[in-house]
């Protein structure tokens, strides 16, 4: 007996989703936060330069500034989400990043833009490690790598909903419509709050184990792991490339139809949310993970090379280099993207995943803090063709030392009792 094409569409789509209870939970409320980012990455530019009245160059400072800062609160934060649980820390930031948001929206001054800002990036590092943690709760290996890659299908997913629900709020372009969009985003915190009310409210590790671990700051003479955050850190670099060095790349240094901005974007949105799952696999196993850190390097080179090609070139001729750019992107995120599900997870200590993934955090932290005026000066200065093969062979270079790291650290004598309590 045949399956009609409905129930062979349903059948697909189960096999995708994370398992029933606490799995489906997590996804349902990342589902409802990344739509909040999707309507905030689009519109809140504009409603600082529009509405506020602040001027772009004060707007970018106070983000690079708020973003530098955030970066402290990434082991902190991540300490309590060990302490009193990953589910109540998460739900209290969430709670805090409504606030500020809320907040956000009645601003009017620069200083009240650089200090809100402040505070909800800071809880933005925190609930990165907090809901790192939390996935550790739901079960190990394979089973948190699958969540971890599901949940970045989720992002891509959200942020296309998000930004799609702004589009007529652009076009629109009002003080009020900008207004209520920051409020619907300010909704989506305690919206996404309200699944993790059926998640057990249970720490990360047993009663007294700390005594046994040594020091809560242990993370920090971790120095495979700080090698690791560093490696990951510097490959991170690629999504600045999507969001900041695109744009500008094409309109300014060739000759491809502006519209390309948004189909190199389609190209990788569809290819995460298609392929994210499948290129996980395996990725719990370290050996691996490091490897797909190492082809994720590789990819990216590529990815500079061709962009490369691009400077001055021909409309046509021009697209499609610049498509193959976008599938070489991808597919460096995706590989790099699984590498770190597993080795962020894999390489914690039980019961430390709170301030092992916030520490982890400050890798992509940094790298979104300094990568705008890296590229610009690389990629979007004099000598463009020559900065971007510069930037892919860092790429290239970090990709490579992944497994170098995980291999020297295996063969160290003891260390696995020396990391683990």
């Known amino acids: 007996m045949t399956t009609s094409a409905p129930g062979r569409v349903h059948a697909l789509f189960s096999t995708c989703l994370p398992a029933p209870g606490q799995n489906r939970l997590l996804a349902v409320s990342w589902l409802v936060k990344t739509v909040g980012s999707g309507l905030y990455l689009t519109t809140s530019t504009l409603f600082f330069t529009r509405v506020v009245g602040l001027p772009v160059h004060q707007v970018a400072t106070g983000l690079t500034a708020a973003g530098i800062v955030a970066l402290v609160g990434s082991v902190p934060l991540g300490r309590l989400a060990d302490q009193f649980g990953p589910r109540r820390t998460y739900a209290a930031l969430l709670g805090i990043q409504f606030a500020t948001m809320a907040a956000l929206a009645l601003a009017r001054t620069f200083a009240a833009f650089v200090a809100l800002t402040m505070i909800f990036l800071v809880a933005e590092q925190g609930s990165t490690a907090a809901r790192g943690a939390l996935i550790a709760t739901v079960g190990e290996g394979a089973e948190r790598v699958r969540l971890r890659a599901y949940l970045r299908v ?72 700080a090698a690791v955050t560093l490696i990951c850190g510097v490959l991170s670099l690629q999504a600045q490339v999507l969001s900041f060095a695109v744009p500008l790349w094409v309109l300014q240094h060739t ?42 390097g590789i990819s990216l080179f590529a990815a500079c090379a061709l962009m490369a090609c691009t400077a001055g070139t021909g409309g ?60 610009a000066v ?14 892919g062979v860092v790429f290239a270079a970090a990709g490579a030392m992944t497994p170098l790291v995980i291999r020297h650290a295996s063969v160290r004598p003891g260390i696995d009792s020396q990391l683990r309590p």
């Not at 949105?269 to 719990?284: D, N, P």
Request: charged share 10%.
């Open 154 to 225: 989720v992002t891509n997913v959200g942020i296309t909903i998000g930004a799609a629900a702004s589009a007529l709020v652009i076009q629109a372009d009002t003080e009020v419509g900008y207004t209520t969009l920051l409020w619907c985003t300010a909704l989506t915190y305690p919206g996404a709050a309200v699944p993790l009310w059926w998640l057990p409210a249970r720490k990360t590790r047993p009663a007294g184990s700390a005594a046994r671990s040594g020091s809560g700051w242990q993370v920090l003479r971790d120095r495979r792991y």
């Open 255 to 296: 000759e491809a139809p502006p519209i390309l901005v948004s189909g190199i974007v389609a190209v990788n949105t569809v290819m995460v949310i298609c392929m994210q799952m499948r290129f996980s696999r395996g990725a719990e196993d370290n050996g691996r993970a490091a490897r797909m850190c190492r082809n994720a």
């Open 316 to 375: 046509w001729s021009a697209t499609v280099v610049l498509l193959l750019f976008a599938a070489a992107l991808t597919l460096g995120e995706l590989w790099l993207s699984a590498g770190t599900f597993g080795l962020s997870f894999a390489l914690a200590p039980d019961g430390m995943h709170g301030q092992y993934l916030g520490f982890f955090s400050l890798g992509r932290g940094a790298a979104n803090a300094v990568a705008p005026s890296l590229i």
């Open 378 to 391: 690389l990629c979007l200065g004099t000598h463009p063709q020559e900065g971007w093969i510069a930037l």
